[in-house]
């Protein structure tokens, strides 16, 4: 299901590519809107990338472990060691998900519902184990991250500007992220991709 709209702010043809999306990126002129019942609401913010090496792009097809997937957006976190990208993807038959792509490190996400509290942010130590719903996630990282940009469409609303506190952690084999931000906390479970399980098809042109 695609939805034509227009560009508010340069009128540009824009296709809402699904039902999950909450956040568009113009691709002519790169202004962030978010999609609301009535339309489209320009939020004022650019969102510029520069191009680091990776075989993803924007609208790349291929194929995640065997299962067909469309990159519909992506944002790029800042912190102090360096950069990150995540790939917001729809996979056929399955929900859409994030894919993390850290250094040619890859981690594939799925968003779920959180069914107990976490603790804050300030409480949580590297080294602990805290429960998150059924799980006992071992957290290896905390930090914080600024979203320097972001393309194409998102499933929520989250700025160019903004800053994410996050958590990483892992529970048996699953990997867990946590991200605490303005609004709401984002429950992310995942798990490591090798690069071999990651075939993106030839860009047309
Ligand atoms: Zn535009």
Redo the contacts with the bound molecule.
Sequence with gaps: MTKSMS?P??G?PLDIKNRFVKMVT?D??S?VMLLKDTGLDPTGRIAKLAELPSPLYLDATGTLSGQQFQVMGRLRYQYDEGMWDEWFLTIEGDKPGWLVEDEGEYTFYHKETLTSAIPPFEKVKVGSVIPIGNRQVFITQKGEANIVGGEGQLAFTILPGEEVRYLDGNSGQEQISVEYTTDEIEFLVGRSVARSDLVVDEEEW
Excluded: D, G, I
């Design positions: 560009c702010s340069c540009a113009c002519f002129c202004q």
